[in-house]
């Protein structure tokens, strides 16, 4: 079991580019974090990670809601991260993230097709973090390839790991370097 010692959200909504011109709609990225006892920490070299993946399914479906009730509608672009305390190891946060999660959390966010970006490191409190975000329905969607930045308050403490569940509701503003469009995804998965 992972034990949650808090939750937090963070919202980011830009609605005009640097440049100045009309874009469009605003383009709103939203992560959603728990911030969990790691039941490893401390205890060295530990080759079974089951406790921790078979855990993390209930903490994708509660991070995808959230994401998804703060995103306020559909969910276009999609990634996940995390954090892991220093009394932890790296390989504890990505046993957190695997398709146990995934599945989860793409599951109460509308499906998707795609594989989820994810990031990872060894981490102090207050440490940043860049979360990829890419289309969820296919991955060679240019437009969407973004990321969220991502620091949660005291957090992660030695003994925790943050979990990170980010989405968007639309790809870059004024993506213009080619590739394949989310409407040709569309049309080649019918």
């Known amino acids: 079991m992972l034990l949650v010692r808090k939750t937090f959200v963070s919202i980011e909504e830009i609605r005009t580019p640097s440049t100045g011109e009309d874009a469009g709609p605003a383009l709103r ?11 490893l920490a401390g205890q060295g070299f530990v080759a079974d990670l089951s406790s921790i993946v078979n855990a993390s399914g209930e903490i994708g479906t509660s991070l995808g809601v959230m994401a998804s009730q703060a995103l306020g509608s559909p969910v276009e672009s999609y990634g996940k991260g995390g954090l892991v305390g220093t009394a932890g190891e790296q390989e ?13 959390f793409r599951e109460v966010i509308g499906g998707g097709k795609a594989w989820i970006t994810s990031a990872t490191k060894l981490a102090g409190p207050g440490t940043v973090i860049d979360v990829p975000l890419a289309y969820k329905d296919e991955i060679w969607v240019r437009s969407h390839y973004d990321a969220m930045e991502v620091r949660v308050p005291e ?36």
Not at 92 to 104: C, P, Q
């Open 29 to 39: 990225k939203v992560a959603a974090c728990a911030v969990v006892t790691n039941p």
């Open 92 to 104: 504890h946060i990505n046993a957190a993230l695997t398709s146990v999660f995934g599945n989860a």
């Open 155 to 190: 957090a992660p403490l030695p003994n925790e790991m943050v979990i990170i569940a980010a989405v968007a509701n639309r790809g870059r503003i004024n993506a213009r370097v080619g590739g394949m469009t989310a409407s040709e995804a569309k049309e080649n998965q019918k």
